[in-house]
């Protein structure tokens, strides 16, 4: 596995859960097993210092309305709209399987 560093790891939430249109605990789900992944099973030394709580509740997905999705009650809505966390380069996938 490729060095991966604090801000692949928690920038790579918010996108996911966009791109996936996930529920809340599917998304709950997908930060813990990210979280045994990188932690347990990789011993990866930046994973140590993420703070997995505030990523388990502050990129919950946005709520799908009647009206479609809305990303304004997501509680990082402005984190969404960052292009700074967005811009990951390299996909989280590629620096695990590399």
């Given at each position: 596995?490729?060095?991966?560093s604090v801000e692949h790891i928690t920038a790579f939430f918010p996108r996911y859960a966009r791109e996936q249109r996930l529920?809340?605990?599917?998304?709950r789900q997908t930060v813990?097993?990210?979280q045994l992944?990188?932690?347990d099973l990789a011993q990866?030394?930046?994973?140590?210092?993420?703070?997995?709580d505030f990523c388990t509740v502050a990129y919950?997905?946005?709520?799908?309305?009647a009206s479609g999705i809305s990303y304004r009650s997501s509680p990082m809505w402005t984190?969404?709209?960052?292009?700074?966390?967005?811009?990951?380069?390299t996909p989280l996938s590629d620096?695990?399987?590399s």
């Open positions: 596995m490729g060095e991966v529920n809340g605990w599917q998304y813990e097993a990210v992944l990188l932690v990866c030394r930046a994973a140590t210092e993420v703070d997995w919950q997905p946005p709520k799908i309305t984190m969404l709209r960052s292009d700074s966390l967005l811009a990951l380069k620096w695990l399987w």
